[in-house]
């Protein structure tokens, strides 16, 4: 499920899958709880946020298109 909305990083193992960074995302005992811990401003974790939202969409717009 790799896509080029994502920036291939080398990683060979299942893990470097983008499935697990949604599965992270969507996962509502995580989701952004790891931005509190970042010393980033407000507004580059807002930034970070809606990234990570809008990959999300697409992906998902993605899976369903194929279906």
């Not at 995580?30 to 401003?41: A, E, G």
């Amino acid at each position: 499920m790799t896509t080029d909305r994502f920036i291939d990083m080398g990683n060979d193992h299942p893990f470097g899958e983008s499935i697990y960074f949604l599965a992270a995302a969507l996962d509502p005992r995580f989701k952004m709880q790891w931005l509190v811990d970042v010393n980033y401003t407000d507004d580059n974790k807002e930034n970070i946020r809606s990234k990570v939202e809008d990959c999300t969409l697409l992906e998902t717009e993605s899976v369903i298109e194929e279906c």
